[in-house]
């Protein structure tokens, strides 16, 4: 008798994860392209950001910290569209991208590789240490 209790709840809990994972795959198709692209090392830049502004061109976009900490008085903001907040880490971090990916782009919109990188920081220290 104990077994069957063991047994029914263990197919519960098998039928529950099995449909939540269902549902989890059905929302990564729903991904923005921008950020996609933004993970992909060889998306050119320049389509990129692209994708990002067309993506919040019609969108509110998330406040940011300068923005929620410049008033004291300021109270956390309602976003209308629930797509705000579900992209709102994404948002943050493909800013931060833009700034940290922007020395090392190519006039074609290619980002240089790490390897590439280094290898420029390696020609610099040299050329530093002979003058």
Sequence with gaps: ?????????????????????TLAQGETSEIPQ?????????????????????YWKDREKPVEENEIFRDKEAKIRKYKNKE??????????????????????QDDGRILTKDERMEIWEKERRNRNKN
């Design 34 to 54: 921008w950020i996609k692209m933004m993970d992909d090392p060889n998306a050119s830049y320049y389509q990129t950001v692209k994708s990002f502004e067309d």
């Design 84 to 105: 705000t907040p579900k992209y709102a880490f994404e948002y943050k971090k493909f800013m931060n991208w833009r700034k940290k990916t922007f020395p090392f782009v």
């Design 1 to 21: 008798m104990n077994f069957f209790k063991i047994s029914k709840a263990l197919f519960i809990f098998l039928f529950l994860f099995a449909f939540q994972m």
